[in-house]
């Protein structure tokens, strides 16, 4: 079953922060976090395995709450490069397979 | 490295019409994967293979079938194009265990009239 992302859309000014949130109704081995531009293909952001780790690189980071079933995606002091179309992914039983959110839109503005 | 390469980029296709999307990838991947991406629905995945010679159904594979006859490609066929087929194409493809993200392709704009 497609994990549920909210918000559906998020519209920002430069240096705000957002947060995306992924939630599903099984049990998760994984989750990974991409992100796709208008016209252009998916871009691998992070995964996170079972064992409630939290990871990030520069303002973005997610963490992954084994026992709720549900990941965030935490952006910081957004620029306005983050504008995109947020997916995250979810594996349920390391199978390798990944089924994707519905997408979350974020507009940054200047 | 040109990572995963699909072809064609765009496509206009017939009703009843067949054709074949072709996925490519040098990155010696063990997995790959068949995605539809449909305004506010996602990437709803349509068949994926865990290593050459296998294939296994996803979310959506009615319409479809697909073969992996070498490890480097992955082929997705439309025996009879539907208007309900119309729809941005995504491979991608990863590593043997899901530690890692997966690499998508540019896709292929299908249009079926």
């Known amino acids: 079953q497609q994990p549920v992302q909210s918000p559906q859309a998020v519209i920002l000014r430069e240096g705000e922060d957002a947060v995306i949130n992924c939630s599903s109704s099984k049990a998760l081995y994984s989750v990974h976090w991409y992100r796709q531009k208008h016209g252009e293909a998916p871009v691998f952001l992070m995964i996170?395995?079972?064992?409630?780790e939290q990871k990030g690189h520069d303002k973005i980071s997610a963490s992954f709450n084994e026992k709720k079933q549900q990941s965030s995606l935490y952006l910081t002091a957004s620029q306005l490069s983050y504008s995109g179309t947020y997916f995250c992914g979810t594996d349920s039983g390391n199978t390798g397979k990944l089924i994707f959110g519905q997408g979350t839109t974020l507009q940054v503005k200047p | 490295n040109a990572g995963v390469t699909q072809t064609p980029k765009f496509r206009v296709l017939k009703t009843g019409q067949s054709m074949t999307l072709l996925c490519a990838q040098d990155?010696?991947?063990?997995?790959m994967y068949w995605y539809r991406q449909d305004p506010g629905m996602g990437l709803r995945l349509i068949h994926y293979?865990?290593?050459?010679?296998?294939?296994a159904k996803g979310e959506v594979p009615d319409g479809y079938n697909v073969s992996r006859l070498k490890k480097q490609n992955f082929l997705l066929g439309l025996e009879s194009a539907a208007p309900s087929q119309t729809s941005v194409y995504f491979c991608?493809?990863?590593?043997?265990?899901?530690?890692?993200?997966?690499?998508f392709g540019s896709g292929t704009r299908l249009t079926v009239v």
């Open positions: 990155m010696n991947h063990e997995y």
């Open positions: 991608a493809s990863s590593d043997r265990h899901s530690n890692y993200g997966y690499t």
């Open positions: 293979s865990v290593g050459e010679g296998t294939t």
């Open positions: 996170l395995l079972k064992g409630g």
